[in-house]
């Protein structure tokens, strides 16, 4: 799950900052060929990498029956959410820009869906973690029902699956300590 987790970080990184030189570089030469070109194989990285982290993870999720895997989880997709907060306002700030200049020139369509394409699987691949996660929580009874739904429905909204990842801890933390100050009696 780590191997998978840097390999997307890696590659997300590495299309932040060839986006952002891509930007640059479209700054000094007006040539929207050069910002596709530049941004386009980091994309594909990216998504290559969140496919395989989909795949891992909903491969992993039966071995979540201790819980030391449980907590390397938590903090494992914590991390990595808060890791790819400067990758997504990158691509935010890639795809508003190119937006923004395709509203003068109508080029840039493509630059724009891809980010918001390549944001998506990020987004996805961060939250399917975190999604079975909660329902593990949910099913084991660490959480409610009604509240294992609606966190596991945030962790697809951007932002606020955050939030809601954070709720999730407090919660599951709090069933944790409950648990085991029932044990001790």
């Given at each position: ?11 997300a ?30 994309q ?7 496919v ?15 819980d030391?895997a449980?907590?390397?989880w ?13 990758v ?6 890639l ?8 509203m003068?020139?109508?080029?840039t369509?493509?630059v ?41 429905i ?8 955050i939030?809601?990842f ?5 919660l ?14």
């Amino acid at each position: 799950m780590k191997t998978c987790i840097a390999v997307q970080l890696i590659c997300a990184y590495i299309l932040l900052f060839a986006s952002l030189a891509a930007v640059f570089i479209f700054h000094e030469t007006k040539d929207f060929t050069l910002l596709f070109l530049l941004t386009w194989i980091p994309q594909i990285l990216v998504i290559a990498a969140s496919v395989l982290n989909i795949v891992r993870a909903l491969s992993k999720r039966a071995g979540l029956m201790d819980d030391a895997a449980v907590q390397l989880w938590l903090k494992t997709v914590f991390c990595m959410k808060l890791l790819l907060i400067p990758v997504f306002a990158g691509n935010l700030f890639l795809g508003v820009y190119s937006f923004a200049l395709g509203m003068i020139t109508g080029i840039t369509f493509l630059v724009t869906l891809a980010a918001a394409i390549v944001s998506f699987f990020m987004l996805l691949s961060s939250s399917i973690y975190s999604a079975i996660l909660i329902l593990h929580a949910r099913k084991a009874g660490a959480v409610q029902d009604s509240h294992g739904i609606v966190l596991a429905i945030t962790q697809f909204i951007y932002v606020i699956d955050i939030i809601g990842f954070i709720i999730f801890r407090r919660l599951l933390k709090k069933a944790i300590i409950s648990k085991e100050a029932v044990a001790t009696e």
